[in-house]
């Protein structure tokens, strides 16, 4: 599933890195402490959270993940969109709830990466 279909399905909005909505992503993960995704994320390329803080897009720079969805309606502000355009990682918001926004991905042909 590319990070444009998940977007249609999670009906979320990009904030940045629309250029990137092509980018085929197989696992996804979910967590809204930063030190499960570090011990736990493996081979992931799309973080879901509700957390939303510069840690985020750090700790997903540091795994290589290419994209946040963040859930909630969560807003990252100017801070983090700069620094995930520095690291060219796509953010997109949805308003569903984690367990709902996971559950609609895993619907749809995802898995996780574990």
Do not use: W
């Amino acid at each position: 599933m590319t990070i444009k279909e998940m977007q249609k399905v999670l009906n979320a909005k990009f904030l940045y890195g629309e250029e990137l909505a092509d980018m085929d992503a197989q696992f996804v993960f979910s967590a809204d402490m930063m030190s499960d995704v570090l011990a736990y994320c493996g081979k992931c390329s799309v973080l879901i959270t509700g957390l939303c803080n510069p840690q985020v897009v750090r700790t997903a720079e540091m795994l290589d993940i290419a994209c946040i969805i963040f859930v909630r309606g969560k807003m990252p502000d100017d801070n983090m969109l700069a620094l995930a355009r520095g690291k060219s990682i796509s953010i997109l918001t949805t308003d569903h709830y984690m367990f709902t926004a996971c559950g609609i991905l895993y619907e749809n042909g995802l898995r996780g990466g574990a």
